[in-house]
């Protein structure tokens, strides 16, 4: 079982949250003037790295709220939590 | 040496310490025609099919550590070919179709095993979407079979057939469906592909690609550059890290699937069955350890290795299909890495990179295709275009609108 830090919680077990996959996909402000190409990538093209990743995760079985998390998806470590909207800690591995 | 029962007899006189190794192991050639990334047993049915089929012989199989030890020798080994879409159902019937000949063509015993695989339902929908899937597989030319209560009731009297929340009203059944024994069909086409002149090199990571104007070159290995005329990509978990070295994105996540083995009890579940109410599949293996496995466990993951509050929820789920396993002890559990795709369908197919193809994306459902995933590949790499039977499965499918949507729910990374 994870443990999971919510930032308005604090450290809970892991079957209470939900996940939601990469974080800081935007968008894109104007669809209309993508490719299909362009589309498709922001749709369904993910980075998917080997090592720390920056996704999303919600406190469904408690406050609700979504939040960023910083996971190593070999260790399952997490390095840091932040806010939806805040700019992301660098990823420098530490 | 062709395996035969006269064989077993005369090695038999030397205790069996005669049989020759099964591959050889030659050090990498400096080229090749064809490079396959990945020695699961996509790439070796990939590489056996080059060679038999299609006459290139100059290929080489890399295997980062030893062959069969990705998800060919981690899943739960269930072959079916019960799917709906005509994207989906001609290519996993073809692959059934491979399978029903495979120990022929391979002089090797992969213990296929057609003991039929059940989906139970338990509501009228259900039913009525099961039905639908049986006569698109009747269609199709495979093997489809509708039991009622009744005939359940004589195959597995031990289900929860009352249970409160999710009676069981029925099952839709592929005779044909059963299982095979994993790490016989990555030993056997990989013995079968290196007859045919295939070199398979274990150890060997790949590490970077060399592209020159907009095609593939070779590839940068632990164990040195390895130049290659067209290079397959059948690295299931780790597609998008070698699409990467190309430059590519992928419509897939990487995400961890566990798998558990019972303690050995007697002959109890001579099937396969699934349970329609939540995730959970079982079967009996040849040792008598009862296999089962359900859901991901939710997260990117590039762990061979799973979570409790997954496991606890699958046997949960086994509890509530079949209440007799609770008396069961679980000895084993692992997990493997699965490309799964955002529509829950493969791909099979080229890439932007000329002489780059990719063969990925397989969810939870790769093993029962490895054959049928081969032969296409092979087709793919010898004529530079896919097949009629993986035409469908093109990357370029999620920019164009196509994709397969097999469950009818949408694009998510957790479907199979
Ligand atoms: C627990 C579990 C249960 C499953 N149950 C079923 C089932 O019942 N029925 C079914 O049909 N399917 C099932 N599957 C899915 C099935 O196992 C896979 O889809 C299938 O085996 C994939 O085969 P493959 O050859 O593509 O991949 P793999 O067997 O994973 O082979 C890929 C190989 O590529 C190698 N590789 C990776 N990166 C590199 C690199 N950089 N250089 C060189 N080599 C590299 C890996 O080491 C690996 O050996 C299950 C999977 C799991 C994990
Ligand atoms: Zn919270």
């Known amino acids: 079982m994870l443990e999971i830090e919510c930032p308005w919680c604090g450290a809970c077990d892991q079957s209470e949250f939900s996940y939601g996959g990469e974080a800081h996909i935007a968008r894109p402000k104007t669809p209309a003037d993508l490719s299909d190409q362009e589309w498709g990538d922001y749709l369904f093209n993910r980075e998917n790295p080997k090592g720390w990743h920056r996704e999303q995760w919600c406190h469904t079985a408690g406050c609700r709220r979504w939040f960023n998390a910083v996971r190593d998806t070999v260790t399952c470590r997490i390095k840091a939590y932040y806010r939806m909207g805040a700019v992301p800690p660098e990823e420098d591995g530490r | ?416």
């Open chain 2, 1 to 416: 040496m062709k395996h035969s029962a006269l064989q077993i007899f005369r090695q038999a006189w030397s205790s069996h310490r005669k049989w020759p190794r099964t591959w050889s192991s030659p050090e990498p050639k400096p080229a090749y025609d064809v490079v396959i990334v990945g020695g699961g047993g996509h790439g070796l049915a990939t590489a056996f099919y080059l060679a038999s089929e299609h006459g290139i012989r100059n290929v080489a199989v890399l295997e980062k550590g030893w062959i069969g030890g990705g998800n060919t020798g981690r899943n739960t080994t269930i072959v079916r070919s019960n799917y709906l879409l005509d994207g989906n159902e001609p290519f996993y019937e073809w692959s059934l179709k491979l399978w029903e000949g495979l120990e022929q063509s391979l002089n090797y015993n992969v213990m296929m095993s057609q003991r039929g695989v059940i989906n139970l339902f338990h509501s009228d929908s259900q039913r009525d979407g099961f039905i639908r899937r049986g006569n698109a597989m009747l269609m199709h030319g495979a093997d489809a079979k509708l039991m009622d209560r009744d005939e359940l009731e004589k195959v597995l009297p031990y289900l929860d057939f009352d249970n409160a929340r999710f009676p069981v009203l029925g099952g839709l059944c592929q005779p044909r469906g059963g299982t095979a024994r994993h790490d016989a069909v990555a030993w056997g086409f990989a013995r079968a592909a290196d007859q045919l002149g295939v070199d398979i090199i274990q150890n060997c990571e790949v590490t970077g690609m060399r592209i020159k104007d907009g095609a593939i070159d070779g590839l940068d290995t632990t164990r040195g550059f390895i130049g290659a005329g067209k290079v397959g990509l059948a690295v299931a978990g780790n597609s998008s890290r070698l699409a990467s070295m190309a430059g590519l994105r992928l419509p897939l996540e990487s995400h961890v699937l566990q798998a558990f083995v019972s303690e050995s009890i007697k002959p109890l579940v001579d099937t396969v069955v699934t349970f329609g109410a939540g995730h959970f599949y079982v079967s009996q293996s040849d040792k008598g350890g009862l296999v089962f496995g359900g859901d991901l466990d939710g997260y990117n993951s590039y762990a061979q290795r799973g979570n409790l509050p997954t496991a606890e929820h699958i046997m949960e789920s086994g509890m509530a299909m079949m209440p007799c396993l609770g008396r069961v002890r679980v000895v084993r559990h692992w997990g493997g890495v699965m490309d799964m795709t955002m529509d829950g369908s493969p791909i099979i197919g080229l890439t932007p990179v000329t002489g780059l193809y990719l063969n990925g994306g397989w969810c939870y459902g790769g093993f029962k295709a490895t054959p049928g995933s081969g032969w296409v590949f092979a087709y793919t790499l010898a004529r530079g275009e896919p097949h009629r039977l993986n035409a469908a499965y093109r990357l370029d499918r999620f920019s164009a609108g196509r994709i397969i949507d097999e469950k009818g729910v949408g694009p998510q990374p957790n479907l199979h």
